[in-house]
């Protein structure tokens, strides 16, 4: 959709990141378009630093890019919106090439209103519980709680089968 919607619009850079696991540039079906985007190799940090937008279908750089203050966009493909960043917060999102060109004229005419502090805070908690820096705390304390229940499920199970 984005080299569609762009592919005579030189202004226009397409950036695509490659998932770690999912090496989208190298799928023989990206090949037709690979002449209009630019394959970052950079690190996260890096190319969230030069991106102007960040277009996502399903994407934890979105959240990542919100709350460092680039706008995100959602593009909308038949199926299942997992996006859990689209269900907490309003985002634009478009299902068709010409809404897509419409928002980036937009876009360009107007800045997109940046999140303040206690905006980034509030999402950052909705997204990932709370942003107090324990969540490993948390985790361990989870994990042993669990641990604790699975020894006393097993005790339990083993008197319970005991022929005494």
């Keep these: 959709?984005?080299?569609?919607?762009?592919?005579?619009?030189?202004?226009?850079?397409?950036?695509l990141r490659d998932h770690p696991a999912v090496r989208v540039?190298?799928?023989d079906r990206f090949k037709r378009y690979a002449d209009r985007f630019v394959i970052t190799r950079g690190t996260l940090e890096e190319d969230l630093a030069e991106a102007d937008l960040i277009l996502f279908t399903y994407s934890?750089?979105?959240?990542?890019?919100l709350l460092a203050g680039i706008p995100v966009w959602q593009w909308i493909?038949?199926?299942?919106?997992a996006s859990a960043l689209a269900e907490i917060h309003p985002i634009p999102r478009m299902a068709s090439v010409e809404g897509l060109r419409d928002a980036v004229r937009k876009f360009k005419q107007t800045a997109p209103a940046?999140?303040?502090?206690?905006?980034?805070t509030a999402l950052l908690e909705k997204l990932f519980f709370r942003h107090d820096?324990?969540?490993?705390?948390?985790?361990?304390?989870?994990?042993?709680?669990?641990?604790?229940l699975?020894?006393?499920?097993?005790r339990n199970a083993a008197r319970v089968h005991d022929p005494r």
Excluded at 136 to 147: D, G, L, N, V
């Design 114 to 120: 940046m999140l303040d502090e206690a905006s980034k």
């Design 1 to 15: 959709a984005a080299y569609t919607a762009f592919l005579n619009n030189p202004a226009v850079v397409l950036c």
């Design 133 to 148: 820096g324990m969540s490993a705390k948390r985790i361990a304390e989870a994990c042993s709680q669990f641990e604790i």
């Design 150 to 154: 699975r020894t006393e499920r097993t």
């Design 77 to 81: 493909y038949p199926g299942l919106n």
């Design 25 to 27: 540039s190298a799928d």
């Design 60 to 65: 934890t750089v979105a959240e990542e890019a």
